[in-house]
């Protein structure tokens, strides 16, 4: 998985019912884009990220990132 500052992150509920999370990159950390990443959460935390199989980047530009 490969993101840039500024690109949306989603965390898809594994649970019936669940809402997904959302926040947007605020630093990557990793070389050439890979995880961890610094994210700000909807509800306005902050946390150094690592992604699982059940979360999409949206890139800045409107494309969806290299998985």
Do not use: L
């Not at 994210?39 to 999409?56: I, K, L, M, N």
């Amino acid at each position: 998985m490969q993101a840039h500052v500024g690109d949306e992150i989603a965390v898809h509920s594994r649970h019936v019912g669940e809402p997904a999370r959302h926040g947007v990159i605020t630093e990557v950390r990793g070389a050439n884009g890979t995880p961890p990443y610094v994210v700000r959460w909807q509800d306005g935390t902050e946390a150094v990220f690592f992604p699982s199989a059940d979360c999409t980047i949206a890139c800045k530009d409107g494309e969806k990132a290299a998985s």
